[in-house]
């Protein structure tokens, strides 16, 4: 990856062009009364239009992260209030939302790993750019249909404009930038429709920019080659798998919208990875019940904030591995193993505490059997390094059974963050040494 000249003229470009639209929008808004919600899609709409014209202004992905990069610094310092005048255009809705930073996430991600696939990249931000707005819209002016989500509501009309735009914008993109069949197109375009609608209706503070287009890049790479028989019998096998997870949700007392949050991204997972790679998520899932039944914390969605951290460390460890040029999915499998491990340690209290080793030693066993299925085609980052793994499993589990009040806020963020430490360890130590 290099940069030129050129590139930084670009990044200079877009970013003053932001400000311009912001404080345009911002101008026009007051004068012409303009509400905060059509403010913020009218930025919206510009963003994702700019950025479909990244892959002709940069050849590689190392300027698009620095303009991503200066953009997310940017739009965080419009929070503040000494530039709230301007900030406004993106912030002054009644809801909490960072759906403009994860946007920029998202348009760097599918970039970087849409370079000469062009499908990969168009698509994704087409939709979240127009199925995002049209749903907005439609919403707001017909919907009757209501279902509360986190921060408000959203209507099954809402809902419905998404999938057909999507359905659309999918038919009308493929048929042009790929020579997929035509019936492959239409049912291709079927599944990306009703997987990105519902990821957006479940979606919560703004993350439906980010998990919709990173889920329609991530289904499109997986299944674009696919027969037509093929993915009918993958949808099938989705909506399965779907009802599946709401009846263990029924009997876990998991809110129908977790549920439906947790298949989405276990269904990702077995696509691209295997089922057995999904079975630590799992239990992840299973040790975060245990955890908030038996010592809860101060989180009112803690489902969600799981869902939000476990979608988000993927994502990281998929990247780190382009970055390393080599598959990192031990790495990834350990991590989700210490955190189930973690659960596990809160969940526990006095004499109950002893099943933390035997069952050390069965998440350790699960690990390390996941590890050796996937050795022939995913080398691991290491060998007999068995302290370290020890480490990387005990670190999460003691802290949690030592220091349980450090885990009363935000505690799947902070399990994820001390059980990748290790991890982190082993991929910086196979990167650099």
Not at 43 to 67: D, E, R
Not at 121 to 149: H, M, Q, W
Not at 402 to 426: D, G, H, I, N, Q
């Amino acid at each position: 990856m290099s940069l030129t000249w050129r590139d930084g003229i670009f990044i200079a470009a877009v970013i003053v062009g932001m400000l311009s639209l912001m404080g345009g929008v911002r101008y026009f808004a007051g004068r012409y009364s303009i509400g905060p919600e059509t403010q913020r899609k009218l930025v919206h709409v510009a963003t994702g239009t700019a950025a479909l014209f990244f892959p002709l202004l940069f050849s590689n992905a190392l300027p698009v992260f620095l303009l991503i990069g200066a953009a997310v610094i940017l739009m965080l310092a419009l929070r503040s209030p000494m530039l709230a005048s301007v900030g406004g255009v993106l912030h002054e809705v009644k809801r909490e939302s960072w759906g403009e930073i994860y946007l920029a996430l998202a348009i760097a991600f599918t970039f970087f790993r849409g370079l000469g696939e062009p499908i990969l990249y168009v698509l994704p931000l087409l939709v979240i750019t127009l199925s995002d707005t049209a749903s907005a819209l439609v919403g707001t002016e017909y919907g009757k249909r209501r279902f509360a989500v986190e921060d408000g509501s959203k209507s099954l009309e809402g809902v419905a404009a998404f999938f057909v735009v999507t359905w659309l914008v999918a038919l009308v993109t493929l048929l042009l930038l790929t020579d997929a069949p035509r019936l492959n197109v239409v049912v291709l375009s079927f599944l990306v429709a009703a997987f990105c609608a519902l990821v957006e209706a479940d979606s919560w503070r703004g993350l439906d920019n980010l998990f919709v287009p990173v889920g329609a890049h991530l289904l499109l790479q997986q299944y674009l080659a696919s027969s037509s028989a093929e993915l009918v019998v993958v949808a099938v096998g989705f909506l399965l798998f779907l009802g599946l997870m709401l009846l263990v949700a029924e009997a876990l007392r998991l809110p129908p919208r977790a549920a439906r949050g947790y298949a989405i991204l276990l269904f990702l997972m077995i696509s691209l990875m295997a089922p057995h790679n999904a079975l630590l998520t799992g239990l992840v899932i299973v040790g975060q019940v245990w955890a908030r039944a038996r010592r809860p914390g101060t989180s009112q969605r803690p489902e969600l904030d799981l869902l939000a951290v476990a979608a988000v460390v993927a994502l990281f460890w998929l990247i780190a591995g382009e970055l390393a040029g080599r598959s990192v999915l031990a790495l990834f499998n350990l991590t989700f193993a210490a955190v189930a491990l973690g659960f596990a340690a809160l969940a526990t209290r006095g004499w109950w505490r002893l099943v933390l080793l035997p069952l050390g030693f069965a998440i350790g066993g699960l690990f390390s059997w996941v590890a050796k299925l996937n050795t022939p085609w995913h080398p691991p980052w290491f060998d007999a390094d068995w302290p370290w793994l020890v480490a990387a499993l005990a670190v999460p589990a003691g802290l949690a059974m030592l220091r349980p009040e450090w885990f009363t806020t935000r505690r799947s963020a902070k399990l994820f963050a001390v059980a990748m430490l290790v991890p982190l360890v082993f991929y910086f130590r196979g990167m650099f040494l």
